[in-house]
């Protein structure tokens, strides 16, 4: 049935934008303004109003951007088509000027509408479509592929999201993410939590949509891992003061992992942490990491972290060290970490881990480092291997299907980016249901 409305739309759409034609050629007077008055008409109450659409809102705008969209290209082409037959046939003349100009005004109203909605709505088509769509609008044939191609993302996106807010709806009332505890995320080196981006992407919307409490560990973006766990240790305790909730559940990111373990077992952490489940965390470091301190001269190495240190100031941390937090993420500094850091009785140990499939399945510079950690520490996520993410009672592995595989990014929903076969929201709010039937 909507393919059928689409259609039907397209067709009227297509005799709106040509009225003209006819009412000049074969109408007079009132009734030919009446028709030209009808034919803009129609044109502008299906640049409002294109289509139904299951959700309001950006999801709303956005469908209706893309259904405009879908008319307008059909139409522009059948308008082209039809310039060239007339112009080869000899059979132009004044009135299919005017018709042209008159039609032309008019696609480009509905072009603009539905760009601007789309541009204004679409997570999906990121930066580099929004981009390319802007640099190629006007060379023929290459536009036409990005407009078809924000098509295909920005439809995937809207069932994609109606999806979820349909199942998040349908257990609404089970809350299955109202742990015992609330959750405390903690970031990863060389990241911050601020409020105008989000390090978890939409991951902790949709924990707390279904019963989660979420605090964020707001640790150094980059120090030491004992530095941080000072830190981590302090909010620890300012949660479970606020609270009165008695503990805290870690869901940690890359060396965000570490920091949380030496908290816990270094700090005196332990009895107020109910679970610890790490991500994609290099518990026994990376090699790649020791190798390049040890063959990058020291003059680049201290020019490279004064650098990372004042832009990591500017971004809110009070005393950055770079040299310290990469040191620490070694395989060799991991060992004696471990070797000194025993885990808590009474502390539940999982950990998550995922790979990519190739160079090509992640964004910088993950395509860059992921051949080189695959050389040193073998199959990994574009930083931290496979192996070296496995620690705890239980280790999760999230993969996808095909070529795409889920990078160091991916898991923690980075970009903000719909991966095929793998839902990285219900992924955790599987993990965090889990901590709930534990009793965490």
């Not at 574009?382 to 705890?392: D, N, Q």
Request: hydrophobic share 45%.
């Amino acid at each position: 049935m909507e393919i059928l409305a689409l259609l039907t739309k397209m067709m009227l759409a297509f005799c709106a934008v040509n009225i003209y034609a006819v009412s000049l050629m074969y109408l007079h007077g009132a009734v030919k303004v009446l028709a030209i008055i009808a034919g803009i008409a129609f044109v502008l109450v299906l640049c409002v109003f294109p289509c139904k659409s299951r959700e309001g809102g950006r999801l709303g705008r956005m469908h209706r951007g893309s259904h405009l969209m879908k008319i307008f290209l059909v139409d522009v082409t059948a308008e082209i088509a039809g310039c060239i037959y007339y112009a080869v046939s000899g059979k132009w003349g004044l009135t299919l000027t005017i018709n042209c100009i008159i039609a032309f005004i008019l696609l480009a109203l509905m072009f603009l509408v539905s760009a601007l909605r789309i541009y204004t709505s679409s997570v999906q088509i990121g930066v580099k479509w929004r981009v390319l769509g802007m640099i190629f609008a006007f060379i023929p044939v290459i536009n036409v592929i990005i407009l078809l191609k924000m098509i295909k993302l920005t439809d995937a996106e809207y069932r994609t999201e109606c999806d979820r807010l349909a199942l998040d709806r349908s257990r609404e009332q089970e809350r299955v993410c109202a742990t015992k505890y609330p959750i405390l995320m903690v970031h990863g080196v060389f990241f911050r939590d601020v409020r105008a981006f989000n390090y978890w992407g939409r991951i902790p919307q949709a924990l707390e949509k279904n019963g989660a409490k979420i605090y964020y560990g707001c640790q150094q973006s980059a120090d030491s891992v004992a530095g941080c766990a000072v830190e981590l240790k302090a909010k620890i305790d300012e949660i479970v003061a606020k609270e009165k909730c008695g503990k805290v559940n870690i869901i940690a990111h890359s060396k965000g992992g570490l920091d949380s373990r030496y908290a816990i077992s270094m700090l005196g952490a332990g009895d107020k942490v109910a679970s610890l489940t790490t991500i994609n965390t290099p518990h026994r470091g990376c090699q790649f990491a020791d190798y390049l301190l040890s063959k990058v001269p020291e003059s680049f190495k201290n020019g490279l972290a004064d650098k990372y240190n004042a832009a990591l100031k500017k971004l809110g941390d009070t005393k950055p060290d770079f040299i310290a937090a990469v040191t620490d993420l070694t395989a060799s500094a991991c060992e004696r970490m471990n070797s000194i850091c025993e885990d808590v009785k009474g502390v539940y140990y999982q950990s998550v881990g995922s790979r990519s499939v190739s160079a090509m399945g992640g964004r910088f510079p993950l395509n860059l480092t992921y051949s080189f950690v695959k050389y040193f520490d073998g199959p990994n996520d574009g930083l931290v291997s496979v192996e070296s993410m496995k620690w705890g009672e239980k280790f999760i592995f999230a993969e996808s299907h095909g070529k795409r595989g889920i990078t160091h990014g991916d898991i923690i929903d980075l970009n903000r980016e719909n991966i095929k076969d793998f839902d990285v929201r219900e992924f955790y709010v599987g993990i965090v249901k889990e901590l709930k039937e534990k009793g965490f």
